[in-house]
DNA sequence: ACCGTTTTTGACATCGATGTCAAATCACAC
DNA sequence: GTGTGATTTGACATCGATGTCAAAAACGGT
């Protein structure tokens, strides 16, 4: 016997069918005698219920979509590895489906994977999950969706985040404690509006601390390595120039350290430099970097949660389930203390 | 009408459910003028097929599986982009599902995939295609499976490599040209076959230009970041150290390049540095990084057309096909003239 | 021992598509 | 106009699970 179905675990163990689901579904009403029998039938044949036929009937699909905009990013592999882990712990399977908002047809794509495949949930990675067009698709179709790290909580049954703008002014106390007073911050691309809120952190935290921001060394870059190369010649090619430099993520401080070297300054001795994500490129670097750690896998795994919980089966519009995890402030070789110390 | 099944279509057009399927699967035997309407009646409507409805009348799912060791890695993010679009051109979809070959129950989990989700194929790309005892799985439940970068292409039903030896050949042959003698190479982990067939392409392109290979200057090392710095430190420090070093892949170059510029030693003036890969760090590292590009993303996409060909469908043992796709040496800041140029 | 409740169980219909096979239609030759 | 064979079409069974609901069994109290 090739595969093996329901019927074959009801007859070896000598029952009916439905009860061979019950048990399989952890359902109550089961005889704790029989409960056992059906289970020990299950293990010797090694069955596994065709997802397939199980979701035909149910209306569950066991299936959830995580919908990212480049899912090449270190960013998008952490947090669908957290997902994937998950989904395997709940035994629910992951699709991951790449949304290009540049593309063609994007909504159209969307939609097909929304009605081909019945998807039981969304996570919706950033900084998709900003973009109103895509959300409504889901909320059309009435599927449950957790945002990650979303600018507005609205429109969804769940999100999970972590606070960007107090681990920012984290960073900035950091610095500042560390006698640092001219500090440079490059900012994200307005996409992303959690950078926003990084920068927002950063500025109270210097306004706190009775300190002016000078304007000219807050510049705005676009998460690349390459923009960090550019901003960070931009800001260590002046005259006063900054004794710190915080970036919005990690790429970005990583070419801003690649332009310290090459311009001889060292680091951390004449410049501390601090970044945003605690990517593996921060470790690949050196000195390695001093940043912040983003609970991204957590932060999907807890997405997955929400979604399987039983009460967001249905988008009733009514339960929601908004989470905020705790980040870290990790301190590596990038910084040090600055001259007023 | 909240979902549109066959029937809404078929009763619209006026015609059977049957006749709507064989419209949608593109089947003969249709009259043009009923296909037309069908089509237009499907456009009309948007109306999607339920993917699990259909696998489980037929035989096959739409689903394709990518197994993979570490989802985390550069590496799979790009392996996994390739698939993924090619599943979308060819309306199939993608489910990633990691293999931890060290944890506890890892051939269930695997079995689970199988059985439950009917996969119409598997992709496994490396190391763990390496794996018999994984292998083997697929081999037992009759799936068609197509191996990337395999050291040994035969359990499967096709496979998708590049030539890992002659790009090192390559590789070697152009940092002889820039009149390098004493070259030194970071090896990668056992398990990785493939870093075997880079190692023996350095040493024919060595032998072929009549040079012994130092071997106090072939270390081995896990491809990690961290294995880098410890043996590049270790080739750097002694007297007669090399002029450029070759490690098997981008991360363990990388490590190299931190502990030279730790030490010192200007790259590319006084030491050249090359790695493996065209991984995303390796443009993120300064100067950039002399690497090869690994068609991960082509390798991909032509393992999922592969097991899309009707002709594997089923694994009948017979169709295999073997693809060798072409790399590309690039060129960057960390290599120029040796002291013989 | 009997009756009313509650719990346990299974028969059967169902989800939405495709496979099978026979019926209906068409094309052409006589 | 009819017979033959090829083509087109649809009725019905099927895939493998779960939902519904009624029958059967177990329980509790008198």
Same mark, same amino acid.
């Given at each position: 016997m090739s595969v093996i179905t329901i019927k074959d675990v009801a007859a070896r163990a000598g029952v009916s069918a439905k009860t061979?689901?019950?048990?399989?579904? +952890?359902?109550?009403?089961?005889?704790?005698?029989l409960r056992e029998r059906v289970e020990r039938v299950v293990a010797e044949l090694d069955y596994r219920p065709n997802a397939f036929a199980r979701s035909l009937s149910s209306s569950r699909s066991y299936l959830l979509g995580l919908f990212i905009d480049d899912p090449v *990013? &270190?960013?998008? #592999?952490? !947090?669908?590895?957290?997902?994937?882990?998950r989904c395997r712990e709940?035994?629910?399977?992951? !699709? !991951?489906?790449p949304v290009d908002l540049g593309g063609a047809n994007w909504a159209g794509q969307v939609r097909s994977s929304i009605a081909a495949l019945r998807l039981d949930?969304?996570?919706?990675?950033? @900084?998709? $999950?900003?973009?109103?067009?895509?959300?409504?698709?889901?909320?059309? #179709? +009435?599927?449950?969706?957790?945002?990650?790290?979303? *600018?507005?909580?609205? @429109?969804? *049954?769940?999100?999970?985040?972590m606070d960007d703008r107090s681990a920012a002014r984290e960073m900035?106390?950091?610095?500042?404690?560390? &006698?640092?007073?001219?500090?440079?911050?490059?900012? +994200? @691309?307005e996409s992303h509006r959690s950078s926003a809120r990084r920068e927002d952190g950063f500025r109270e935290a210097m306004v706190t601390a009775g300190i002016a921001v000078d304007e000219s060394t807050?510049?705005?870059?676009d998460f690349t390595f390459r923009?960090?190369?550019?901003?960070?010649?931009?800001?260590?090619? +002046?005259p006063a120039r900054p004794t710190a430099i915080f970036a919005a993520n990690d790429d970005m401080a990583l070419g801003a350290l690649i332009t310290a070297m090459k311009l001889g300054?060292? !680091?951390?001795?004449?410049?501390?430099? $601090?970044?945003?994500?605690?990517? #593996?490129?921060?470790? #690949?670097?050196?000195p390695q970097l001093t940043t912040i750690r983003q609970p991204k896998a957590e932060m999907a795994g807890a997405a997955v949660d929400i979604l399987v919980n039983p009460q967001f089966r249905k988008q009733a519009g009514g339960a929601q389930s908004h989470l905020l995890l705790p980040h870290e402030l990790i301190v590596r070789g990038s910084t040090a203390s600055g001259p007023g110390a």
């Open positions: 061979v689901s019950r048990v399989i579904n +952890g359902e109550a009403h089961v005889r704790p005698e *990013s &270190g960013y998008a #592999a952490d !947090v669908q590895h957290g997902a994937l882990m709940r035994s629910y399977h992951l !699709v !991951v489906e949930g969304a996570i919706i990675a950033p @900084p998709i $999950c900003d973009e109103a067009a895509l959300t409504a698709l889901f909320a059309e #179709a +009435g599927l449950p969706m957790v945002l990650v790290a979303p *600018s507005s909580k609205a @429109p969804a *049954s769940g999100s999970v985040s900035t106390d950091y610095l500042l404690g560390l &006698g640092h007073r001219r500090i440079a911050f490059i900012q +994200g @691309p807050v510049l705005r870059g923009a960090g190369l550019e901003l960070g010649e931009r800001l260590l090619a +002046g300054i060292a !680091v951390p001795e004449a410049l501390s430099i $601090c970044g945003f994500d605690d990517s #593996a490129s921060s470790r #690949a670097a050196w």
